[in-house]
Nanobody, 122 residues
């Protein structure tokens, strides 16, 4: 049974940092991604990483502030978020799948975590 379990969200002041974790069980995945959804908005792509961590890709809004990594031995992906801004406030979801294309879109992923709230105060 495949399961993605997220942790690490919380409340932080603007300029602070948080690290999200996504532990996968049941199988390994070629691509793991992070998305976020703010109230009243659509789910948007944040970052993704391929299995061997060589290729990463970021949304322009987080480039240079967020960093995605993965530990294949632990089957876990991480999202290090630095210099957080109030507009980063959202529920963050990790996703996993076997597709190598369109990995900035939710439809490329087969499995999703439960989501973790990140709130950045001004």
């Amino acid at each position: 049974q495949v399961q993605l379990v997220e942790s690490g969200g919380g409340l932080v002041q603007a300029g602070g940092s948080l690290r999200l974790s996504c532990a996968a069980s049941g199988r390994t995945f070629i691509a793991m991604g992070w998305f976020r959804q703010a109230p009243g908005k659509e789910r948007e792509f944040v970052a993704r990483i391929r299995q061997f961590g060589v290729t990463t890709y970021y949304a322009d809004s987080v480039k240079g502030r967020f960093f995605v990594s993965r530990d294949n031995a632990k089957n876990t992906a991480y999202l290090q978020m630095n210099s957080l801004k109030p507009e980063d406030t959202a529920v963050y979801y990790c996703a996993a799948g076997s597709s190598l294309s369109r990995t900035t879109m939710p439809l490329a992923y087969d499995y999703w975590g439960q989501g973790t709230q990140v709130t950045v105060s001004s």
